[in-house]
């Protein structure tokens, strides 16, 4: 295994604008860095429960993948445009509940965007599974790439803090941004 191409794949598939990272960015903007760090954890949590569904599926998985595809699909695209239209008609002149960001929904996040199941279902297989045959090989594989998704959405979360003042002098243009940035990578999945 080239650990090189291992650790580029990864890092590039996690730090990448998705749905994850952009409902990271807006829960900063909208709520701070804590509201953001618990929904980040629930993210992290989800993301390694489905590389681990993955590394022990993964053959049952790829005989069915036509129609798990599929599903996920239509499911993950319907819930980011969802959330892509929660954050455009957000009301930046009243508080919100802090109950949009939870560690709860960082967990479903990551079962229902296809960016994160499409990446949980070839970083193991294709990295870990070829070369190694233990279920420690395969538990530290998930730990690894479970530590660089952490510090993937860590990151967009002091990205987040950083430019807070920013975001927030500009919140419309801001939430209109993240809607539509989250709706293009919605419909990207059918293209």
Not at 54 to 82: C, D, E, F, R
Not at 122 to 149: D, E, K, M, N, Q
């Amino acid at each position: 295994m080239s650990l090189t191409s291992f650790l580029i794949y990864c890092i590039i598939a996690t730090i990448t604008p998705g749905p994850t990272n952009i409902v990271i960015l807006s829960t900063v903007h909208r709520f701070g860095s804590k509201k953001a760090m618990e929904y980040t954890y629930g993210a992290t949590l989800g993301l390694g429960l489905l590389l681990m569904i993955s590394a022990t599926l993964n053959t049952w998985l790829i005989a069915y993948l036509p129609k798990i595809m599929v599903v996920m699909q239509i499911i993950g695209t319907l819930y980011m445009l969802y959330l892509a239209y929660l954050i455009y008609r957000m009301d930046v002149s009243k508080a919100v509940s802090n109950q949009a960001a939870s560690f709860w929904s960082g967990i479903m996040m990551q079962f229902l965007n296809p960016k994160v199941v499409l990446y949980s279902l070839t970083v193991i297989p294709a990295f870990i599974l070829p070369h190694y045959s233990s279920s420690s090989a395969r538990i530290c594989g998930i730990a690894v790439v479970t530590l660089i998704g952490f510090l993937a959405f860590l990151t967009w979360v002091l990205f987040g803090a950083m430019f807070k003042t920013f975001l927030l002098k500009h919140k419309r243009i801001v939430n209109i941004c993240m809607a539509l940035s989250l709706a293009y990578a919605a419909i990207m999945i059918w293209l």
